[in-house]
């Protein structure tokens, strides 16, 4: 057992450095480029809220790598040159979407429901196209049914080549072209006003996705591209509320996952690289959603607490200043962590201290509410932050000397 742990965590390091063989190398350059282009391009289609498009063109390529196949195979060869697969797939899933985008503007379908009818008529389609090609005694249909989850293992250096041009040349063309498909997908109507044509921005991030569901073909395949386009996104969305932010970190994220996924996979060979990348990417997806610093599960539950916190201590304070019981136990032990109570409960000198402050700034804020010249700051106040955070020292003590003369008001009239 420790021979073969040892064993497995030596091949693990030598994945990771690209020392495990020619082909894993490939295969592990090709998943990284793939990643990140399927993350900066699956970037733009989430934001733009159309994240479905990609289910259709992924199932629409189907059709076109079965004709593909039998067209080259009828042509003399095996049928499995890749450069012509893709581009059957290519031309199928462009037929998909024209399709898709007919149903959607010339009848009264949502767009839901259009991609749900092209998905499904194509995915069909194609099935079918498989089924035959293996009945017929044609060409070499040997591992054509690995589009549908991805398969790396027959990976020759030509189909990486390719692989990895049309990767950085699809991230490249995002790059190019993120300002204006930033502008769209936030606000499409002022990109209009501003000269922008939205349609043909819509067409560009469509073709990117299209490109980087054709080359993913080879290595995640069809049916899981679209997760490497979805996910990335989603996850970098938990870490920051910027786009550019959030492009950088999606493309890092998709990156990731392929690169690691495929190492993980050339570690244990019988394991499919598609299903592993996609699974690596849920991994880093569950990460961000649990721990990013924004809007993380812990994230937000370390903020509740500490709000509850303070909530509490500020209520026992204000209940020590009007010498209130206070029967709350998390508020006690509160306030005695802070050291403003003693422990038969009764109040420290710096816990009274603390007391009239809180409820000296009660009444500060009661005055300000009142003040027209203040408003913008009442707005933000929580009832839990310090007057001097909010207000400088001028505003304090015109506050203060407002509060005095209501009191020396209310004295005399008593």
């Given amino acids: 057992m420790w021979i073969n742990s040892t064993s497995a965590r030596s091949m693990w390091i030598e994945a990771l450095t690209l020392q495990l063989g020619y082909n894993a190398t490939l295969v592990a350059i090709g998943a990284a480029l793939l990643g990140i282009a399927a993350g900066a391009t699956g970037t733009f289609l989430f934001l733009r809220k159309r994240a479905l498009v990609s289910d259709a063109i992924s199932h629409a390529t189907l059709p076109g790598v079965g004709i593909a196949f039998l067209i080259m195979a009828s042509l003399g060869g095996d049928g499995r040159h890749l450069a012509g697969l ?215 539950w370390l903020r509740h607490r500490r709000q509850q916190r303070r909530i509490h201590l500020r209520q026992g304070l204000l209940a020590i200043a009007q010498d209130v019981p206070i029967y709350e136990h998390f508020t006690i032990a509160l306030l005695l962590r802070a050291g403003f109570v003693r422990g038969d409960g009764v109040p420290t000198e710096e816990g009274r201290r603390q007391a009239d402050q809180a409820c000296r700034d009660e009444d500060r804020w009661a005055v300000a509410r009142r003040m027209h010249a203040h408003e913008s700051v009442v707005s933000r106040f929580d009832g839990l932050r310090p007057l001097e955070s909010l207000l400088t020292v001028d505003e304090i003590a015109e506050i203060d000397r407002q509060l005095t003369e209501r009191t020396e008001c209310k004295e005399v009239a008593s």
């Fill in 86 to 300: 893709l581009l059957g797939a290519a031309v199928s899933s462009a037929l998909g979407v024209a399709f898709m985008l007919w149903l959607t503007r010339r009848t009264r379908l949502y767009e839901d429901a259009a991609i749900g009818a092209v998905l499904s008529v194509f995915f069909g389609f194609g099935v079918v196209l498989l089924t035959v090609i293996q009945t017929v005694s044609i060409g070499r249909p040997a591992g054509l049914s690995d589009f549908l989850l991805g398969m790396t293992a027959g990976m020759l250096y030509r189909d990486a080549v390719l692989i990895a041009t049309a990767g950085l040349l699809a991230i490249a063309a995002v790059w190019a072209l993120r300002r204006p498909m930033t502008l769209v997908a936030f606000d499409s109507g002022f990109a209009s006003a501003s000269g922008i044509r939205v349609r043909y921005v819509d067409l560009a991030i469509t073709g990117l996705v299209l490109a980087v569901t054709i080359i993913g073909l080879k290595i995640v395949g069809l049916i899981l591209i679209v997760a490497l386009l979805i996910i990335p996104p989603v996850a970098a969305r938990f870490w920051s509320d910027r786009v550019d932010h959030v492009l950088l970190i999606s493309s890092a994220i998709g990156g990731a996952a392929g690169y690691l996924g495929a190492a993980l996979s050339a570690v244990a060979p019988a394991l499919p690289t598609g299903p592993i990348i996609v699974l690596v990417a849920f991994a880093l997806f569950v990460i961000s959603l649990l721990f990013s610093p924004v809007r993380g599960v812990f994230s937000v």
